[in-house]
């Protein structure tokens, strides 16, 4: 299991219509892509133009080479990439310990 984590920041006064696309991005297109096994999207409170993007693959080249080099990258980014105030920061986990 690979814990994708998408720091994203995105224009002012954007907020509802980046959240209608993040959610229609996922459910139409990263839900199709090949090891994904779920996702969480959170706002920031102190920062409401930041949003942090977790998505749960179940290995690293399930995302790094079978999404982002395949065609449904080009798709997610269609769709969520205009609101963008910046490049998103993306960083990859493997889980060491969790609550029971």
Known sequence: MILEI???????GQ??????????????VASQAQGV???TVTRGVESPERY???????T???HT????????????RAIIGPFFA?????E????VTKSA
């Open 6 to 12: 998408a720091d994203i920041r995105i224009q002012p």
């Open 37 to 39: 096994q779920g996702w």
């Open 86 to 90: 910046q490049p998103p920061h993306v």
């Open 15 to 28: 907020n509802a219509a980046f959240e209608a696309a993040i959610i229609r991005a996922l459910d139409t």
């Open 65 to 76: 080479v079978g999404f982002r080099e395949g065609p449904l990258f080009p798709q997610w």
């Open 60 to 62: 690293l080249e399930d």
């Open 52 to 58: 942090v993007l977790q998505i749960v693959w179940a």
């Open 92 to 95: 990859h986990f493997s889980l």
